[in-house]
Each structure stands twice: as structure tokens, then as C-alpha cells.
């Protein structure tokens, strides 16, 4: 009798009732309160359990990216702010540690300063050399600022050294010379008074009046480099992990290069190769990407950096690449493409552009015959050139855009500091 009821519980347990030698399958429905009041639309749970929810570096990291001028515009300033005092407190603080570094350096530039303002048959010596440095640094510090940031540097190449080169070579076949009166030259080119300086001029000889600025440019490019060498290099060292969106990026295509569910892109398999290139050619290969105008540089510098490439092996590939090679190309293909007659060819093949040829010839013209009378008067009315006025705006527009980039940046990094010390203060607490 005990063994039947149990049997016909377990019947009953399982749906099923059984009675004698017959069997009858008894359905059993589950009626839930959603489904009595959404009129039995009830849905099945999915199967993939409950979402797991957001670490609180990630919610940091999150509320980080909205720390921008566009989005916050005041608190964005302030951290800035914070951020650069602190930097300015870091950097004093870390010389105070080199006391020895400092009295030394201190009085160098004290003598300096001693000889730059002494009297005397130096002072020749002196101010010749003081605009060398100031000319030429400042196009080291424009290479610098083209690449520097991690591909959000300011294209200073196409805003301020391609003008220079276009100004050389127009003024050279208009004033058949390259002996420009210094002063005011560098800074400003006019045509000599005396016309026996007058001499054959080829592309050769105009790159070789401006190869030294294009040198320097490019010196300025391959220190701007390496910061993204620097950022992957410490963070394998330490093992710490940098809040760098590029550096987090490039991490997630090393820890995904096995994954085959997941098609890679053109852009994907691009990167790919550079990573590859570049740790199995090493000098070479550095060389190679250094010298072809390419967005992804950067992950050459990374990938040195990550792979613990020695410094002089990447500095010395990315140096000869970029100031020796690259540059000195761009240069004279500026020059070719700016000399006399093919810049007529080039303004004659824009006038039949349908529509808007005349509309961007007309004002082009204007802009090189009022350059081409200032090489020979010094200095004219400048008329209201359109075009130039937009060029204007446009350089104004992007240096703004780089010194928010600055801003952005800084402030982020405050932000990603002020969120450490919470977390430390918090644990301190539990």
C-alpha cells in the first residue's frame, strides 16, 4: 500500500496519473501574473541569465568621456586648471630631487644670459645665431605639434611649411634668384634690387634653399612620436594599464588576433600588418612606415614600445624616416607641383571644372598675382581675397580644435586621478 502511494505521487509529480494498466498524460500549466494581465503574451526567459552590471572603472570611464568642452564646459576648464598645477607641482618637486642638475643647468643659463646681454665683438656671433635657433626651432616645435597626441596633432605641414616652400618657389621663378635680401628674409621673401644676382633655377636648387626647414620639421615629427613609444613601454614595464583609448585599442587587437569568429576589417587587417611588419623586420620595418606618409604610425610607436624595442633602434628608424626621407620627399614634390608652369597647367585644368571652376579659379589667380607683386614691392593692400580670408579661418579653426584637444585631454586625466583616490580612500575604509 506505502509503495503505491509513493508511485502514484511520483506519477503525480512527473504530470502523469496512473490508474490500473492505463496511462493519462495530465498538462500542467503555470499561469503567471504577467500573463493573466498582458492577456497570455508571456515571454519566455531568454536563457542568457542576467546581464551583469557595470564595474565602477567602467562607470568612471564612462562619466570620464563626457569630461569636455562641448558637454561640460566648466568643469572641464576647472580640472584643466587642477591638472596643470599639479603637473607644474610634479615637475618642481621632481627637480628638487636633482639639486646637483640644478645648480649646474642654473648656472649655464645664468651665463648665458651673461654673455647675451654683455657688451662686445660677440654680440655679431650672437644675434646671428640667436635667429638660426628661433627660425629653425620653431619649425622643430611645428613638427612636434603634427604629430604629437596619438594621430590628434595639428597638420602643421599642409598649414604652415608647404605655404613656406609654395612662397619660395613662386617667389625663385619670379624673381629669377634665390638671393633673397636677409632681413627680412626668412621671414619675409622679396625679390633683390639688383638684378646681376639673377640665375637659372631648377627644382634642385629651390629644394636645397628649404631642405634645412624640412629637415627640421620632420626632427620635430619623430620626437612627437615618442610619447606612444613611451606609454606602451612603461605599461609593459610596470604593469599598469594607461586610460589611452588608442593604447586600450591596440591592447584589444593583440588579445584578439586569434579570434577567427570575428571579420576582420581592411582597416583591421592594415594595423595587422604594421604590428607584424614591424616586430618581425624590427630597424627596417620602422624605417619603411616611417618614410610613407600613413595615419597608423602610431602603432608602430606602440607596438616598439609594447614589444620593448631598444629606444635608439625605433628613435634612430623613425628619425631617418621621418626628417631625412619623408620630408625631404613631400618637399620637392611641393616644389614640382608649385613650379611656374605647372601651376598655370594646374589652374587651367580647375577652370573646367563644371560649375565651380571659375568660382575657385578666379579668386586663386587674385591671391598668387597679389603675392607676386609683393616680392617686388615689399609690401601692397591687401585686397579682400575671400579664399585667403577662408584659409585664415580654417588655420584658426584647427589650432582652436588642438588646444581643446589639450584641454580635453588634461582634464580627463584629473578626472582618472580624482577617481583613483576615491577607490583608494574607499578601500582604506572597508
Known amino acids: 500500500m506505502g509503495k503505491t502511494k509513493k508511485k502514484a505521487a511520483t506519477s503525480e509529480?512527473?504530470?502523469?496519473?496512473?490508474?490500473?494498466?492505463?496511462?493519462?498524460?495530465?498538462a500542467v500549466k503555470f499561469h503567471s501574473t504577467a500573463e493573466k494581465s498582458n492577456g497570455g503574451d508571456y515571454l519566455?526567459?531568454?536563457?542568457?541569465?542576467?546581464?551583469?552590471?557595470?564595474?565602477?572603472?567602467?562607470l568612471n570611464r564612462?562619466?570620464?568621456?563626457?569630461?569636455?568642452?562641448?558637454?561640460?564646459?566648466?568643469q572641464t576648464v576647472w580640472y584643466f586648471f587642477n591638472e596643470l598645477c599639479w603637473t607644474l607641482y610634479q615637475y618642481s618637486a621632481s627637480l628638487l630631487q636633482h639639486k646637483l642638475l640644478v645648480f649646474l643647468a642654473s648656472v649655464a643659463i645664468a651665463a648665458a644670459v651673461h654673455g647675451y646681454r654683455t657688451p662686445g665683438p660677440h654680440q655679431g656671433f650672437v644675434r646671428q645665431s640667436e635667429e638660426h635657433v628661433l627660425w629653425y626651432g620653431y619649425w622643430v616645435f611645428l613638427g612636434i605639434l603634427s604629430s604629437v597626441g596619438l594621430g590628434s596633432g595639428l597638420h602643421t605641414f599642409i598649414l604652415y611649411l608647404a605655404p613656406h616652400i609654395v612662397k619660395i618657389t613662386m617667389a625663385a621663378y619670379d624673381c629669377e634668384t634665390l638671393d633673397f635680401p636677409s632681413p627680412?628674409?626668412?621671414?619675409?621673401?622679396?625679390?633683390p634690387d639688383d638684378n646681376s644676382t639673377k640665375h637659372h633655377i631648377t627644382i634642385w636648387s629651390i629644394w636645397a634653399k628649404v631642405w634645412l626647414e624640412s629637415l627640421m620639421w620632420g626632427v620635430g615629427t619623430a620626437l612627437g612620436e615618442l610619447?606612444?613609444?613611451?606609454?606602451?613601454?612603461?605599461?609593459?614595464?610596470?604593469?599598469?594599464?594607461p586610460d589611452d583609448p588608442e593604447y586600450l585599442e591596440f591592447l584589444a587587437d593583440i588579445q584578439g588576433v586569434d579570434n577567427k569568429d570575428k571579420e576582420a576589417t581592411f582597416y583591421d587587417r592594415c594595423k595587422q600588418s604594421v604590428e607584424s611588419i614591424v616586430i618581425r623586420v624590427g630597424f627596417f620595418g620602422i624605417l619603411l612606415f616611417a618614410s610613407i606618409p600613413n595615419p597608423l604610425f602610431d602603432l608602430a610607436g606602440l607596438t616598439c614600445g609594447h614589444c620593448l624595442v631598444p629606444f635608439w633602434v625605433f628613435f634612430g628608424a623613425t628619425l631617418i624616416?621621418?626628417?631625412?626621407?619623408?620630408?625631404?620627399i613631400q618637399t620637392i614634390f611641393i616644389v614640382f607641383l608649385f613650379s611656374e608652369h605647372h601651376v598655370e597647367e594646374l589652374m587651367n585644368l580647375?577652370?573646367?571644372?563644371?560649375r565651380f571652376g571659375e568660382l575657385i579659379n578666379t579668386p586663386v589667380r587674385e591671391m598668387i598675382k597679389a603675392q607676386?607683386?609683393?616680392?617686388h614691392h615689399g609690401h601692397v593692400e591687401e585686397s579682400s581675397n575671400y579664399l585667403g580670408m577662408l584659409m585664415g579661418y580654417l588655420v584658426t579653426a584647427m589650432v582652436f580644435m588642438f588646444l581643446g584637444s589639450i584641454i580635453n585631454s588634461w582634464a580627463q586625466d584629473y578626472h582618472k586621478r580624482l577617481c583613483k583616490k576615491r577607490t583608494a580612500h574607499a578601500n582604506k575604509r572597508d
Request: hydrophobic fraction near 35%; charged fraction near 25%.
Open 13 to 26: 509529480a512527473n504530470g502523469k496519473v496512473t490508474n490500473g494498466s492505463a496511462s493519462h498524460d495530465k
Open 44 to 58: 519566455k526567459p531568454s536563457g542568457k541569465g542576467m546581464k551583469p552590471s557595470p564595474s565602477l572603472a567602467t
Open 62 to 74: 564612462l562619466d570620464r568621456e563626457m569630461v569636455v568642452l562641448w558637454r561640460r564646459p566648466f
Open 184 to 191: 627680412p628674409y626668412p621671414h619675409e621673401v622679396t625679390c
Open 227 to 241: 610619447p606612444p613609444y613611451f606609454i606602451a613601454r612603461n605599461a609593459r614595464i610596470s604593469g599598469d594599464q
Open 321 to 328: 624616416g621621418k626628417a631625412v626621407i619623408k620630408a625631404q
Open 350 to 354: 580647375v577652370a573646367k571644372i563644371p
Open 372 to 375: 607676386k607683386t609683393k616680392f
